[in-house]
């Protein structure tokens, strides 16, 4: 988009395991604070799976993750302070 906004929504399937004979996996989220991050990263964690939201916070809010924030299976960090390699 022209503005810059939904560049940061991105997912990422990093690794299967099972509980209770379901499998669940592990997926990070980039702009899981966004408007469609934030539903993606709901749809995630109501199936089963173990989410990591990274989100600069540029356009993302904290309000959007609040009904998912208490979940054990939710990570956020928050990525504001880009290091050089
Ligand atoms: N209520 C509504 O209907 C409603 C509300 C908001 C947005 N919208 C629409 O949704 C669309 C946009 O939603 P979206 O979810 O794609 O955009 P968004 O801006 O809500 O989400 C993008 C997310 O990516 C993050 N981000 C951006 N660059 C990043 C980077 N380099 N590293 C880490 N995080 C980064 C932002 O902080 C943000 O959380 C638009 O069409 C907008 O009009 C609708």
């Known amino acids: ?13 990093m690794t299967a395991g099972t509980i209770g004979g379901l499998v669940a996996r592990s997926v990070v989220v980039t702009g899981g604070a966004g408007f469609l991050g934030s539903h993606v990263t709901a749809r995630l964690l ?17 309000m959007h993750l609040e009904s998912i924030a208490r979940s054990t299976n939710l990570m956020v960090y928050a990525a504001t302070s880009p290091t050089r390699m």
């Not at 988009?1 to 399937?13: I, K």
């Not at 199936?47 to 990274?54: A, L, P």
């Open 46 to 62: 109501a199936r089963g799976d173990r989410v990591v939201v990274v989100d600069d916070f540029s356009t993302g809010k904290e």
């Open 1 to 13: 988009m022209a503005d810059g906004r939904g560049m940061g929504l991105r997912t990422v399937e």
